[in-house]
């Protein structure tokens, strides 16, 4: 079955700090990557990734997709409190579990 | 104007009546989802449609049945309600023939609860 792992579960940080979330998978018949940021209602797109390799940028956050070693990773650097939710990648449409970011002032 | 609609917000029943949950979406997108949430926040795919056909079941069980009557709406009914329904349902649209390759832009989410 097709599965997607996304780690670590929650990360706790402080204003200004860098962070690193990432998510891996096992998935059949891959065609895209996407990473949502879920506050307090419903997920809102950030990123689809389809190529390997190339980094995509939207202000402080950044995300390249590894399709060799099956994994991505989401950045956010100078991290805000605002920045604080579940980001959640999907491969296709199978979801990993989240990662709860919080960040205190 | 919302992108993604659903009504109601929130709904509260006993076990074993029937619901709806009605979607809409005035993207002009093609296909429609519907996903459930569970109290652990994991986002589990349910059904896909693509200009009104089901692409997409996923094993749910024969209680839920969604009705497509025209490539902007989805609709989920309900049938026999069971504690273990209780979630937040979210209908998304994305623009292309399958889901997957898409940006995905989902409505609000309807919390059910079953008492």
């Known amino acids: 079955e097709d599965k997607v792992v996304q780690s670590p579960l929650s990360l706790v940080v402080h204003e200004g700090d860098t962070v690193t979330l990432n998510c891996s998978y096992e998935?059949?018949?891959?065609?895209?990557l996407l990473w949502y940021k879920q506050e307090k209602k419903a997920p809102t797109f950030l990123f689809m990734l389809t190529s390997s390799g190339i980094e995509k940028k939207s202000g402080r956050l950044s995300s390249i997709l590894d399709k060799k070693e099956l994994f991505s990773i989401l950045n956010i650097t100078a991290t805000q409190t605002g920045d604080s939710a579940v980001y959640l990648c999907?491969?296709?449409?199978?979801f990993g579990a989240g990662t709860r970011l919080t960040v205190k002032p | 104007d919302t992108a993604v609609s659903q009504t109601p917000k929130y709904l509260v029943t006993q076990m074993g009546n029937d619901k709806s949950i009605k979607c809409e979406q005035n993207l002009g997108h093609d296909t429609m989802y519907w996903y459930k949430q569970d109290s652990k926040k994991f986002l589990k795919i349910m059904f896909s449609?693509?200009?009104?056909?089901?692409?997409i079941n996923e094993t749910v069980p024969n209680r839920f049945s969604p009705k497509s009557p025209d490539k902007a709406h989805l609709n989920l009914h309900i049938n026999s309600l069971e504690l273990g329904d209780s979630a937040v349902y979210f209908c998304a649209s994305s623009p292309g023939l399958a889901g997957g390759r898409d940006t995905q832009y989902f409505g609000p989410g309807t919390r059910l609860t079953v008492l």
């Open positions: 449609y693509n200009n009104k056909e089901l692409i």
């Open positions: 999907a491969f296709d449409m199978r």
């Open positions: 998935v059949t018949n891959f065609r895209s």
